[in-house]
Every structure is written in C-alpha cells, then in structure tokens.
C-alpha cells in the first residue's frame, strides 16, 4: 500500500513540475486532446497501461 500512494505522489509531483513549467503546451494539448476521437484516446490510454505495467512488472518482477 505505501508503495502506491508513493507512485501517485511520484505522478503528482511530476505533473505538476510540467504544468508549472509549460502552462501553454499544456493547453495546447488539453485542446488537441478535444478533438481527438474516443478510439483513439481509449487505444492511447491501453498502450500506456501496459506499458506501465511492463515497467513495474520488470522492476518488481
């Protein structure tokens, strides 16, 4: 359990150095983001899942 709540402060702390960082890219991309069909934002989303599981699957593993 701590480790989960340590990788969503991880995800956390990332993100918001990003924001910070580059508010305007971060628009841009929320508004690309409204344009995009479901198909492709539901295919991008696996990919990213399973990727993430492959990393912490190799690193616990």
Do not use: H, N
Not at 5 to 14: D, N, P, S
Not at 25 to 46: C, H, I, N, Q, Y
Request: glycine share 10%; net charge neutral.
């Amino acid at each position: 359990m701590t480790d989960l709540v340590v990788a969503i402060g991880l995800v956390l702390v990332i993100e918001g150095v990003a924001y910070a960082a580059f508010p305007q890219l971060f628009r841009r991309m929320l508004k690309m983001v409204e344009d995009t069909p479901d198909a492709s934002l539901r295919m991008g989303g696996l990919l990213a899942a399973s990727m993430g599981l492959v990393i912490v699957w190799l690193v616990r593993g």
